[in-house]
């Protein structure tokens, strides 16, 4: 079945460090790729999301991108700042099974410091 | 902007009481999610809808019903709460067809006793 796993946190960087989230994926068919974050308190937002091979999502200096000979979807920032502080997921949609769902990865905690 | 409301931010119940979390929705999406969300496991369907009065099973529907009468609206039901369903529960929606995003309400923090 689909699958996605990303890297154990928390992840703990100094401010204006370079940032990598790592995920990989399984999937039977073409999946779309996202990534999800969450901030203290609050419900998951959309970040940046990839629907084909070599895609690149972005935002907000977040970058992601879509690698279906490595099936992975790593997260990248050149320069963190501490209000990036949160819990990322990484998640999948398989469009082609015919499925409404999604799945989601377990989350990274990054905790940025002044 | 795309709202997702849920009834309640924190809940405290006790084992055995029934359970109702609702969820809005304003952007006239067709499908509705409600996730578990427990450290160390992300997130975890529990129900989605993708109509109304239509319901599927996601991957932990045990000791779960749902409800959707109305299109915006999507009720979680404990028919009777257990101290292992104490967790975060988050409501989505998004458009049809997928893949799209995903937009989440605030999430209520259930505490059974």
């Known amino acids: 079945g689909n699958s996605v796993t990303q890297m154990e946190g928390p992840v703990t960087l100094s401010e204006e460090a370079f940032l990598t989230i790592n995920c990989t994926y399984t999937?039977?068919?073409?999946?779309?790729l996202f990534w999800y974050v969450q901030y203290p308190g609050e419900g998951l937002q959309l970040l940046l999301k990839?629907?084909?091979?070599?895609d690149k999502g972005s935002n907000k200096g977040f970058e992601a991108t879509y690698r279906k000979e490595t099936t992975s979807f790593h997260l990248e920032k050149g320069s963190v700042q501490v209000s990036d502080s949160a819990v990322y997921f990484c998640?999948?949609?398989?469009?082609?099974?015919?499925?409404?769902?999604?799945?989601f990865g377990t989350g990274t905690r990054l905790k940025v410091l002044a | 902007d795309v709202k997702v409301t849920q009834s309640s931010r924190y809940l405290v119940k006790r084992t055995g009481e029934k359970v109702f979390l609702e969820c809005v929705q304003d952007?006239?999406?067709?499908?509705m999610f409600w996730y578990r969300q427990d450290p160390g496991l992300g997130l975890r369907l529990i129900y989605f809808s993708y109509d109304v009065k239509m319901k599927e099973k996601g991957d932990i529907p045990e000791g779960y019903s749902v409800s959707r009468e109305k299109k915006e609206r999507f009720s979680l039901i404990l028919e009777s709460a257990s101290t292992n369903q104490t967790s975060m529960y988050l409501c989505?929606?998004?458009?049809?067809?997928?893949?799209?995003?995903?937009?989440f309400g605030p999430g209520t923090r259930l505490t059974v006793l």
């Open positions: 990839a629907t084909k091979a070599d």
């Open positions: 989505a929606s998004s458009t049809h067809p997928p893949p799209d995003t995903q937009y």
């Open positions: 999937a039977t068919g073409y999946p779309s």
């Open positions: 952007m006239d999406h067709e499908n």
């Open positions: 998640a999948l949609s398989d469009l082609p099974s015919g499925t409404y769902k999604y799945i």
